[in-house]
């Protein structure tokens, strides 16, 4: 007797040691597995775990648009590598920054189109659980019509280009054309992440043709530097260092096609808690031979340091940056003020 109720206890004891291991009768399929109802050829999915709702949603679309954040990464450095084989190290990160930035922009896009197509209450632990989903054959087709409309634009452009006969308006219709198939570049990428062949639509013109066109027309344009107000000594060196690395010819004043002209307007520095700031604008023009303002752009500085030398220096490296990255995009938006 005292064996068979040995035997009886075990038994006992294994089989609630498996019911408390056993999953809940009511969680869905997704929890831990491949949802019959979204299977992953036909749905893009993600899961998100919190203890309210709101959260749980939240997370689970997060969780699925990662699968484009790997995508905004990929063709970063694919893009990369290509500048660095096409133009060379200056346009390396510009390009590259571009593309993240439309990457980034389409994904955002993406997440709007995105649905929370399951919830569940874990009442054991007081979780809520959510499933987002976006219908692959969608979104696909939402993409494919983007690039065909990107395309179209780009080859309008470029048609445009060809009957431009001022060179700034013509170098500018040029970007406008790269910066449209950086767009397509975005819109390729995601519409990989949707597609089962992983393969989307192949692109039909040559960004990097583009490029070597926009750089060969950037050369013909001359400009002169001149800088005025605080610092225009040391922004003479930045400004002309950065016309230079963008692309353009740098003349005298008998031979240039334009002057450009920068001018920092600098508030009186300001002491406070043992820093010294420096506030202010920066300010791009360009002018024609006539003197006549084709445009002007407006960048706020702001910079501090212990000592009015390092305030200074850190002014200036924030100039530096600016024209770095905007100075040819700028010059060449001022074409279309003409």
Known sequence: MKIQHLLLSIIVLVSGCASTAKTPVDQPDWIDDVSKHYPPQLYLSGQGMADNLDDAKDRARADLAKQFEVAVHARSLQTQQYSKQQTGEESVEELKQSVSRQLITQTTRTVQGIEIADTWHNDSKHTYHALATLSRSKARLQFEQQIDTLDEQTRQKLKQADTETDELRKTAVVQQAIDTQLQRASAQSALQVVSASGRGKP????????????????????????????????????????????????????????????????????????????????????????????????????????????????????????????????????????
Not at 231 to 248: R, V
Not at 294 to 317: F, M, V
């Open 203 to 338: 692109a039909t013109i040559s960004l990097a043709e583009l490029v070597r066109t926009r750089d060969s027309l950037i050369a013909d344009i001359s400009l002169v530097p001149e800088t005025e107000g605080q610092l225009s000594q040391q922004l003479q060196a930045i400004l002309s260092g950065n016309a230079a690395t963008a692309g353009f010819s740098i003349s005298d004043v008998s031979q240039a096609d334009y002057t450009l002209l920068a001018e920092t307007k600098l508030d009186p520095p300001l002491k406070q808690n043992g820093w010294i700031w420096l506030r202010g604008t920066l300010e791009l023009r360009l002018r024609d031979n006539d003197n006549n303002d084709i445009g002007i752009q407006r960048w706020p500085l702001k910079s501090a340091s212990l000592t009015a030398e390092q305030t200074e220096q850190r002014l200036l490296n924030d100039i530096d940056k600016i024209l770095k990255s905007e100075l040819r995009n700028t010059v060449l938006g001022f074409a279309n003020n003409e």
